[in-house]
């Protein structure tokens, strides 16, 4: 193989690679904007679900900035999520009278 087809060839592949991870840094975003949008519905699962997978991508990138932003989400669901489990145990601890049933 002459040099010039092997260096059309890696430039070629490398230009690929560089549009897939556009297109992966799109797919994340999208991830990350779904996730928001499901954590002011009060979807946090879901939330949850969406963050995670944009977090994945995003750390493959190397994306410093939205890996901070996706952490952050991360931890809002988290803390909301804490807060609804705790919520739920305490309406439990009570029947609709409002009395103590254990």
């Known amino acids: ?3 010039q087809i092997y260096r ?3 430039f ?3 230009l690929a690679l ?10 994340a975003n999208v ?7 499901e954590e002011k519905t009060g979807n946090y699962d879901k939330a949850m679900e969406f963050a995670q997978d944009a977090l994945k991508i995003f750390e493959r990138l190397g994306m410093k900035k ?3 932003e996706t ?13 609804g489990t705790k919520d739920a145990k305490e309406v439990k601890k ?3 009278g409002g009395r103590r049933v254990q």
């Not at 560089?18 to 797919?27: A, P, S, T, V």
């Not at 991830?31 to 949008?37: D, R, S």
């Not at 952490?71 to 807060?83: D, F, G, N, S, Y």
């Open 1 to 3: 193989m002459s040099t």
């Open 71 to 83: 952490h952050e989400l991360v931890e809002r669901l988290e803390r909301e999520m804490a807060k």
């Open 18 to 27: 560089l549009q897939e991870g556009e297109i992966r840094e799109e797919i």
């Open 66 to 68: 939205e890996i901070e």
């Open 31 to 37: 991830k990350l904007g779904f996730g928001l949008l």
């Open 94 to 96: 009570f029947n609709v």
């Open 8 to 10: 059309k060839l890696k």
């Open 12 to 14: 070629e592949e490398s």
